[in-house]
Every structure is written in C-alpha cells, then in structure tokens.
C-alpha cells in the first residue's frame, strides 16, 4: 500500500481565494509530480520534483506554483483560484531501482471554484 | 519521449481475456514499457512493466515483440472489477529532469 496522502480531498472555494493543496508520501521517494484531470480526460502534468529545492514545469501549463522544502512534502499553491482551476489534482511520487520504476499516486483533491 | 497510440475503448465480457496493444514506433534503446490501470475518481495504479519479451505477474502479461515498436497488455479472464482506464508509457526508468506521459488511454468496460 502506497504511503502517500493528500489533503484536502474536496474542496469548494470562490473565486479570487488563495489555496494550498497539500501531499505528503512517506516512502523517502525523490521525485514527485503534480497532475491535473478533468473528469473523462488525460492526465496532464503540471510540476515535477526530483528532489529538496529543485521544481519544474510539466507539459501543461499552469498557473499554480509548487514548493519543496522537505523530501515528503510537495505542496501546491494557487494564489489566486478562477474557475478554470476547477479540476482533479492528483499527486504522486517515484522511486527507481534498477530496471524497475513505478509512480504511486495519492487520492487527489478535487477542486471546485466558483 | 516515445509517443504512445492506444485504442480509445474497448468492451468485453467477465470471463474473458483482454489484450490491449499499444503502439510505440518511436522507441528509444533505453525505453521501458509501462502500464497503469486508473479507476473513476482515483489515481493511477502501476500494473506491469517490461524492456522486452514478455513479463507476467499475478494481475496481467506484458507481450513485448523484438522490434519493440509494440506492446500488449493481456488481462486473464476479467471481471466488472477491471473496468478502467488503462495507460501505455513508454520512457527511461531513470526520467531524471523528465518525467512520462500518460496519454489518452484505453478506456475498458466490462460487461456481465
């Protein structure tokens, strides 16, 4: 069972707030992600980490910045939530061995602006 | 990265065998081949992994040709359970500044 969590799992919030979406894995894993999914659609990632101080944009644009002060914290911040940010935010973290990687996603917040 | 093709959906009856292929003519010498099932309002879950050949473990086979420029996934006797959506991945295990690319992927129903 994979140790990963996120907080909160839904949230309802106006338009113009500052939010923060939280995910925390206990498995000493490196990299993390951030993704974004719209209900029936792609996955899209948005933020990766691949260690302490050091984040990049993913292949979807976003608007969303992202932190990574500790090895099992990776939070999420929207400064300044629309509705276009409503989505399915899904948080994950990898470890590689040799010839095996694998990705373990948390349960997602799904984010409701309006 | 190597762009993935999978069919859009596929239906199918509990009891049966599904093989979902996954086309990836670009594949690169350092590549593996992943599969990850996804449930409505969940995230991703690994299933399968592969470089070549085939590889088995208890929920699924991965069916790897020697070109490499495919890949099935093969669940045995399915049930309402494994209606999901299933992604191909292909990339480096070792993505260090990258990270994969789900795609669209497989959407499967099973049906009674």
């Known amino acids: 069972e994979a140790d990963i969590y996120q907080t909160p799992r839904y949230l309802v919030i106006g338009t113009g707030k500052k939010i923060t979406l939280e995910c925390s894995q206990t498995?000493?894993?490196?990299?993390m992600y951030w993704y974004q999914q719209d209900p029936g659609m792609e996955l899209h990632l948005i933020h990766y980490s691949y260690g302490v101080n050091s984040t990049e944009k993913g292949d979807l644009s976003s608007e969303s910045t992202v932190s990574r002060i500790r090895t099992e914290h990776f939070p999420l911040t929207l400064e300044s939530a629309r509705p276009s940010h409503t989505s399915q935010y899904l948080c994950?973290?990898?470890?590689?061995?040799?010839?095996?990687?694998?990705?373990?996603f948390g349960p997602g917040t799904r984010l409701t602006v309006l | 990265l190597a762009k993935t093709t999978q069919p859009i959906s596929m239906d199918s009856y509990e009891g049966q065998e599904v093989n979902i292929t996954c086309s990836h003519n670009?594949?690169?010498?350092?590549?593996?081949i992943t599969w990850y099932q996804q449930f409505p309002s969940q995230g991703p879950r690994f299933i399968i992994q592969?470089?070549?050949t085939k590889v088995t473990n208890e929920v699924a086979s991965l069916f790897i040709p020697a070109d490499r420029k495919s890949s099935t996934l093969s669940l045995p006797r399915v049930s309402l359970s494994d209606t999901a959506v299933y992604y191909c991945l292909v990339g480096e295990l070792d993505t260090g500044r990258r990270a994969l690319t789900f795609g669209s992927g497989t959407r499967l129903q099973v049906q009674p």
């Open positions: 592969g470089y070549k």
């Open positions: 670009n594949i690169a010498t350092n590549d593996y």
């Open positions: 994950a973290s990898s470890v590689t061995e040799y010839s095996y990687n694998e990705q373990f």
């Open positions: 498995m000493g894993h490196d990299k």
